[in-house]
């Protein structure tokens, strides 16, 4: 079992920064492919970046290439989204997700899920 705890959440205004984390535990994280997925309301919850579990090469939706990165540290358990210059349509619950294999950009690859974190930008 993983578990994923997310945080950094917040509002922010337009062209402003947030870095979100993702805290794991339980299997062996350095396994894990991870991703993170966005959810604006009433719509789907979209891919937004993964990263895989040997390399580290990572992916990411056209939407936010540029201006979001996603890192990990294995040593401590945690995968991060760096977002700059955001923008009010990135406003959305962001989830963290975990994966055994290589990272994907479908949400029903991934088996592990946090609770989301509440990121709002404003014009």
């Known amino acids: 079992q993983v578990q994923l705890v997310e945080s950094g959440g917040g509002l922010v205004q337009a062209g402003g920064s947030l870095r979100l984390s993702c805290a794991a535990s339980?299997?062996?994280?350095?396994?894990?492919?991870m991703g993170w997925f966005r959810q604006a309301p009433g719509k789907e919850r979209d891919f937004v970046a993964a990263?895989?579990?040997?390399?580290?090469?990572?992916d990411y939706a056209d939407s936010v290439k540029g201006r979001f990165t996603i890192s990990r540290d294995n040593a401590k358990k945690m995968v991060y989204l760096q977002m700059n210059s955001l923008k009010p349509e990135d406003t959305a619950v962001y989830y963290c997700?975990?994966?055994?294999?290589?990272?994907?950009?479908?949400?029903?690859?991934?088996?592990?899920w946090g609770q989301g974190t509440q990121v709002t930008v404003s014009s």
């Open positions: 990263i895989s579990w040997n390399v580290g090469s990572t």
């Open positions: 997700a975990a994966r055994s294999g290589g990272r994907n950009r479908s949400q029903h690859e991934y088996a592990y």
């Open positions: 339980g299997r062996t994280f350095s396994t894990l492919s």
